[in-house]
């Protein structure tokens, strides 16, 4: 897995794992599908997605992951970024998430659906979601969309 761009730094001895990856855009009347992710104190905002599962395709785990963290059933549209991002998962492992970032469309919305309990659906303006997301991969992304529709 490669990336066009590497975001986050690296912290010094520690192993990175490689993640495939994919997130979503979805924007509806100016505003872009978010999730807050509850963690207390900690809490942060980020883009739908998450890893890529097994034989999963790209567009398929956005489908699934919009799913599992809103409700939200979507369609994806477009690839228009590919980036890594080095973070620290909530339990302290080390990660390189690596993937691709696709504008979707919303097909349907059925909160009961959700299975992720700590992540919540907000609906952020693009300036504020760049000034926001926890992860800069995530901010890029969000300006990539913003140039191409500007």
Same mark, same amino acid.
């Given at each position: 897995?490669?990336?066009?761009?590497?975001?986050?730094?690296?912290?010094?001895?520690?192993? &990175?794992?490689?993640?495939?990856?994919?997130?979503?855009?979805?924007?509806?009347?100016?505003?872009?599908?978010?999730?807050?992710?509850?963690?207390?104190?900690?809490? &942060?905002?980020?883009?739908?997605?998450?890893?890529?599962?097994?034989?999963?395709?790209?567009?398929?785990?956005?489908?699934?992951?919009?799913?599992?963290?809103?409700?939200?059933? #979507?369609?994806?549209?477009?690839?228009?970024?590919?980036?890594?991002? &080095?973070?620290?998962?909530?339990?302290?492992?080390?990660?390189?998430?690596?993937?691709?970032?696709?504008?979707?469309?919303?097909?349907?919305?059925?909160?009961?659906?959700?299975?992720?309990?700590?992540?919540?659906?907000?609906?952020?303006?693009? &300036?504020?979601?760049?000034?926001?997301?926890?992860?800069?991969?995530?901010?890029?992304? #969000?300006? #990539?969309?913003?140039?191409?529709?500007?």
């Amino acid at each position: 897995m490669s990336a066009a761009l590497q975001f986050g730094t690296a912290g010094p001895d520690l192993n &990175y794992r490689l993640r495939a990856t994919a997130f979503g855009l979805v924007i509806q009347d100016g505003k872009l599908a978010c999730v807050r992710v509850d963690r207390g104190e900690g809490s &942060y905002f980020d883009l739908p997605g998450g890893a890529v599962d097994g034989d999963e395709t790209e567009e398929q785990a956005v489908v699934r992951e919009f799913l599992e963290e809103t409700g939200m059933t #979507v369609r994806p549209l477009a690839r228009i970024a590919h980036a890594a991002q &080095y973070f620290r998962k909530s339990d302290g492992e080390p990660i390189n998430n690596i993937g691709g970032f696709w504008i979707a469309e919303q097909l349907a919305l059925d909160p009961a659906a959700k299975v992720e309990a700590d992540h919540d659906l907000v609906w952020l303006e693009p &300036y504020e979601a760049l000034a926001g997301l926890r992860h800069e991969a995530h901010a890029w992304a #969000v300006t #990539v969309w913003l140039r191409r529709n500007a």
